[in-house]
């Protein structure tokens, strides 16, 4: 695809539910990133992935959330039992190489994101 | 641990004035700097980088930063801004560490309002 794409880009659901958010990365980009983006603030990392191994997780903020990308380009992050406070604008990024590579160019492409609303 | 400030949450300005919006981070490694730029109902897009060489980088829109490694700062600036250079900006830092390890840090972002 021409870029990286994000479904839904809206999602509203009640709390308790479950709900999962699809990325579809650039076309051979073997790294993958999932951010979320709070009101008034920066992305947060919650979890990075080389290819379809999750390489970096320690931005999950809790066993509720968890992400799968089972063929390597794809991704799907899945929150269970949302809460109110998961409310915010999740982000995909992908990019050529992976941070940790030395030829990585310096740049994420992201995509426009996925508005999540916990009523 | 890496931080990054950016000293100003809003930035109102009137078109064709120029405009420095404020990036310092926290760090005692060797580092590679981003601004991004959010422009409403669309997502995060590179506008430059600094990942070595010379300290004063151009990116795309006439935009341009200046690494000073002594103050720990990355600013931005343009020297005439556009209506449409409305958007939220952001600065990133990535610090190597750990080996390869590499993450972005990201400050909290800086509004740009351009008026006519």
């Known amino acids: 695809g021409a870029g990286v794409s994000q479904t839904p880009s809206n999602k509203v659901t009640e709390k308790g539910k479950y709900v999962e958010l699809r990325c579809d990365p650039i076309s051979g980009h073997t790294a993958l990133y999932w951010y979320r983006q709070s009101l008034g603030q920066g992305p947060e990392f919650l979890i990075y992935?080389?290819?379809?191994?999750?390489?970096?997780d320690s931005g999950l903020p809790n066993d509720r959330f968890f992400a799968v990308r089972p063929e390597g380009s794809v991704s799907t992050l899945k929150i269970q039992r949302t809460e109110r406070g998961d409310s915010a604008v999740y982000l995909c990024?992908?990019?050529?190489?992976?941070?940790?590579?030395?030829?990585?160019?310096?740049?994420?492409?992201f995509g426009e994101g996925s508005r999540l609303t916990v009523l | 641990a890496q931080s990054v400030t950016q000293l100003d949450s809003q930035v109102p300005v009137f078109e064709e004035a120029p405009v420095e919006l404020r990036c310092n981070y926290s760090?005692?490694?060797?580092?590679?700097l981003f601004w991004y730029v959010q422009y409403p109902n669309q997502g995060l897009q590179l506008l430059l980088k600094?990942?070595?060489?010379s300290t004063l980088v151009k990116g795309i829109n006439g935009f341009e930063a200046e690494f000073n490694k002594s103050q720990t700062s990355f600013h931005l600036r343009k020297p005439s801004v556009h209506i449409s250079d409305t958007a939220e900006y952001f600065c990133?830092?990535?610090?190597?560490?750990?080996?390869?390890?590499?993450?972005?840090?990201w400050g909290l972002g800086t509004s740009l309002a351009v008026n006519p």
């Open positions: 600094y990942l070595s060489g």
């Open positions: 990024a992908s990019s050529l190489n992976a941070m940790t590579s030395g030829s990585w160019s310096g740049e994420l492409f």
């Open positions: 760090s005692s490694v060797s580092v590679y």
């Open positions: 992935f080389q290819g379809t191994g999750a390489a970096d």
């Open positions: 990133a830092v990535s610090e190597l560490w750990a080996g390869n390890n590499r993450k972005l840090i």
